[in-house]
T-cell receptor, first 115, second 108 residues
Framework: DGGITQSPKYLFRKEGQNVTLSCEQNLNHDAMYWYRQDPGQGLRLIYYSQIVNDFQKGDIAEGYSVSREKKESFPLTVTSAQKNPTAFYLC??????????????FGDGTRLSIL | RKEVEQDPGPFNVPEGATVAFNCTYSNSASQSFFWYRQDCRKEPKLLMSVYSSGNEDGRFTAQLNRASQYISLLIRDSKLSDSATYLCVVGNNNDMRFGAGTRLTVKP
């Protein structure tokens, strides 16, 4: 989606290593999300943030951490505690949280693999 | 029972065919409904929102049946470029649930 930039596109993690995935947006959207997609499964929510300096755990937050220091940025750290990190990671944004029927828009994703 | 369920397919149809997908959901309080398409190894892209009265966008028609808790997507006059995985998304605000997707292949 235009306006949401994820980097890197591919990332490899060594055992015991923390890695950080970047998500930047210029859509001026309040809400930002991190999802994980595994083959044959629907997207699962890791963390979300509705406002700067605030974020909430999703369904599978264990082994992950986030920060929201700026409206434009919502980086995700995959820690060494996440034992099965290999997946496709998707960042999404949503405009004006007041309206529940606003759809989410996705960045082009980061593929993370274990070395 | 999964919160959002879709027939995984694959659906293999010839060009010009009409194809329909259903998606059932378990949370009767859901207020937001969407269809996304996802191409192989790419991000999901919004196809259309689903409104209570049903809505149409060109060859695509979406319907919502609250009583039976499902949404549907109808594609008429299928094109080769419609080949993709179609995801249904159901929920409220920050609690959106994704189906695993239905794979469609349109063949010449």
């Amino acid at each position: 989606d235009g306006g949401i930039t994820q980097s890197p596109k591919y990332l490899f993690r060594k055992e015991g290593q923390n890695v950080t995935l970047s998500c930047e947006q210029n859509l001026n959207h309040d809400a930002m999300y991190w999802y994980r997609q595994d083959p044959g499964q629907g997207l699962r929510l890791i963390y979300y943030s509705q406002i700067v300096n605030d974020f909430q755990k999703g369904d599978i937050a264990e082994g992950y951490s986030v920060s929201r220091e700026k409206k434009e940025s919502f980086p995700l750290t995959v820690t060494s505690a996440q034992k099965n990190p290999t997946a496709f990671y998707l960042c999404a944004t949503r405009g004006d949280g007041t309206y529940s029927n606003q759809p989410q828009h996705f960045g082009d994703g980061t593929r993370l693999s274990i070395l | 029972r999964k919160e959002v369920e879709q027939d995984p397919g694959p659906f293999n149809v010839p060009e010009g065919a009409t194809v329909a997908f259903n998606c059932t959901y378990s949370n009767s309080a859901s207020q937001s409904f969407f269809w996304y398409r996802q191409d192989c190894r790419k991000e999901p892209k919004l196809l259309m929102s689903v409104y209570s009265s049903g809505n149409e966008d060109g060859r695509f028609t979406a319907q919502l049946n609250r009583a039976s808790q499902y949404i549907s997507l109808l594609i008429r006059d299928s094109k080769l470029s419609d080949s993709a995985t179609y995801l249904c998304v159901v929920g409220n605000n920050n609690d959106m649930r994704f189906g695993a997707g239905t794979r469609l292949t349109v063949k010449p």
